[in-house]
């Protein structure tokens, strides 16, 4: 009769207990929501900032702008917005982990876009139609077209900010949707038309926003002769750049955001305009760059309005209205380094002689 009365007090206890535990969590989870909605609304809010620090990092941006994007219009998207900051967060945490591993071994591969055709969901006619192109390694190809002809949604989509409606775009014969991202990251290097910095110092904008590898990002200030440059600011790597870059000149942000793009030695690059802004010292920078990548065996996508620009490159490909147009192979076994033949200049060529 007693042990009976006792077990019953003991499990409304335990009950009690379980109620209370529920409760608790409800109450976090209820609590992690609207700290985790608020910001994302916050964020949307502060639209371009946000748009800038996570166009960062390709391995974050993917997941993260699109929500953010849309939900400024729709609720549901917002919850997803959600999952993608849970994802930055959980990415942001396992950082310490990846850089201990081992550096991933170069891939021989190449880059592959096949029929890929693409449309924005609110106009008619599709940005892209049946699209094709391939780049082996150590190889530049240069996009040109018109304004509007789709080249920066072919280069959205070749780092996989975007997906194809039909056909693909393999990296080493895989989708690059396909891959993990935390192996995809940090091979590819994106310079977006918008070169955008977050508010943060240089090193963690070259960093991506993760953890910063002091030696890393050194190495890709070099590569990108960005690092005397940074040397002269008043605390060097640790400079705080300001809210949307402001303390820098359009030229050095673009020239910073060219160090974050090579960041690590990805194997492929994607330049969107990155000259646009750069004066002779900084299109002689670019130029190095691009050529240390090339000797590097990177796969260099060089997004140009301006067709002249792209002399250099192994091969042109013309857009217009979305479609290839024309495919200019050129200089096939030269380097922009050993370019030097009559009628041809290199960028670097280009820049030097404007300057004198
Ligand atoms: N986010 C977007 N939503 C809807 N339409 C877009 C978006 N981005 C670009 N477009 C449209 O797609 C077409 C191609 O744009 P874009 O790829 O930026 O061309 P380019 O880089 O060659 O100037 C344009 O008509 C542009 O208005
Ligand atoms: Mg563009």
Do not use: C
Request: proline share 4%.
């Amino acid at each position: 009769e007693e042990q009976h009365k006792r077990n019953i007090e003991l499990s409304t206890e335990l009950q009690d207990r379980n109620h209370t535990a529920a409760s608790i969590s409800r109450f976090i989870n209820v609590m992690m929501n609207i700290t985790v909605i608020g910001t994302a609304a916050w964020l949307v809010l502060n639209n371009e900032l946000t748009a800038g620090a996570l166009i960062a990092s390709v391995l974050l941006m993917r997941r993260a702008v699109a929500p953010v994007e849309r939900s400024i219009t729709s609720w549901k998207t917002l919850q997803n917005a959600k999952a993608a900051f849970k994802n930055i967060d959980r990415r942001l945490n396992l950082a310490p982990e990846f850089s201990q591993q081992p550096p991933l071994p170069l891939p021989a591969g190449y880059l592959s876009v096949r029929k890929v055709s693409f449309g924005y969901s609110n106009r008619g006619t599709p940005t892209l139609q049946e699209v094709t192109l391939k780049v082996h390694p150590g190889e530049v190809i240069g996009l040109t077209g018109n304004t509007a002809a789709g080249k920066s949604t072919l280069g959205r989509l070749i780092v996989g900010l975007a997906k194809p409606d039909s056909g693909y775009v393999r990296l080493d014969g895989i989708d690059v949707s396909r891959w993990r991202e935390e192996d995809i990251g940090p091979r590819i290097g994106y310079l977006p038309q918008s070169s955008e910095l977050f508010a943060g110092t240089v090193e963690e904008n070259i960093a991506r926003m993760g953890e910063v590898d002091e030696q890393e990002v050194v190495n890709a200030a070099q590569m990108s002769a960005v690092h005397e440059m940074i040397l002269q600011f008043p605390q060097a790597y640790k400079t705080e750049i300001g809210e949307d870059g402001s303390f820098l000149s359009a030229g050095q942000r673009q020239r910073i955001a060219l160090a974050r793009a090579v960041y690590k030695n990805p194997k492929l690059l994607v330049l969107d305009e990155p000259d646009a802004n750069l004066d002779v010292e900084g299109k002689i920078a670019l130029a190095s760059t691009i050529e240390i990548m090339k000797s590097r065996g990177a796969i260099i996508v060089f997004i140009s309005h301006q067709e002249k620009v792209l002399r250099f490159a192994d091969n042109v490909l013309r857009l217009r209205k979305g479609k290839v147009t024309m495919d200019l192979k050129f200089n096939t076994k030269k380097t922009a380094a050993t370019e030097a033949s009559p009628g041809t200049t290199s960028l670097a060529t280009d820049a030097k002689k404007s300057a004198s």
